[in-house]
């Protein structure tokens, strides 16, 4: 075939793999433009993920979306599902493969937000796909602390099954004991939190940066039942 009737032939066939595999055009790159699919912004999944919208989130990751994608604060998909408290997102996007373990500029990551904000269907999903229990957060501390911090008895309970440290002291100088006194009101569900923790040998002995044990706070706090149960170990 002529030079100039080969070039317009393959411009036609160009149009369809098919077409152009007839007329003898055989570039790689005309084939590859014909047969791949583009990939799936990232930014669509964040976006369907902080809604909740489990079916775009399911389909955003059937064809093909980064999982480990990240928006302007560093938050990958499974990060903004779990601030957002979207756990059908969250269980999607973990059960496809998404890492647990990934921290947003925050130094939050899905296991840690989840425990630190007492959201235990997400923080058991985490636990059973790889969490790192020995992870911290910016201030240091691990997910039990901030979790006994707001008194979230069942997620305390949950992470010293999980086998976290319950006597790490984060940067303030403070353990989960300390944190669970010092945050709490010394109402029944810091009383339980309190006890939880004694019972999985928080160390009462060990002093904060002021150089108070979790005794002396609950008195300086007029915690008295806490006090009591401290006394009571």
């Known amino acids: 075939m002529p030079g100039s009737l080969r070039v ?5 066939a160009a149009l369809s793999v098919m077409a152009a595999t007839a007329a003898g055009c055989t570039s790689p790159d005309v084939a590859t433009v014909a047969t791949t699919v583009a990939p799936v912004p990232g ?20 064809r093909g979306a980064d999982l480990e ?6 938050r990958t ?7 957002n408290g979207a756990t059908d997102a969250a269980r999607a996007l973990i059960e496809a493969g998404a890492d647990v373990n990934a921290k947003d500029d925050l130094q ?5 937000y989840a425990g630190a904000e007492g959201l235990d269907d997400i923080l058991e999903l985490t636990l059973s796909h ?11 501390g691990t997910a039990l602390i901030p979790a006994s ?5 069942s997620t305390v309970r949950r992470l010293i099954a999980a086998g976290v440290d319950v006597n790490h002291v984060n940067k303030p100088q403070w353990t989960a004991l300390h944190e669970a006194i010092v945050y709490g009101d010394g109402s029944v569900r810091y009383q339980h939190v309190v006890r939880a923790l004694l019972d999985a040998g928080a ?4 002093r904060d940066g002021s150089g108070r044990t979790a005794l002396d706070n609950a008195e300086r706090l007029g915690q008295v039942q806490v006090a009591a149960i401290l006394r009571s170990r």
């Open 8 to 12: 317009l032939s393959c411009a036609a």
């Open 43 to 62: 930014p669509d999944l964040l976006t369907a993920a902080s809604n909740n919208d489990v079916a775009q989130v399911r389909d955003l990751i059937g």
């Open 69 to 74: 994608v990240r928006d302007e604060r560093g």
């Open 77 to 83: 998909p499974l990060v903004a599902a779990t601030k």
């Open 108 to 112: 939050d990551s899905a296991y840690l």
């Open 130 to 140: 790889g969490a790192d229990v020995r992870s911290v957060n910016r201030y240091g």
């Open 149 to 153: 911090e707001h008194g979230h008895v």
């Open 203 to 206: 160390d009462q002995s060990i």
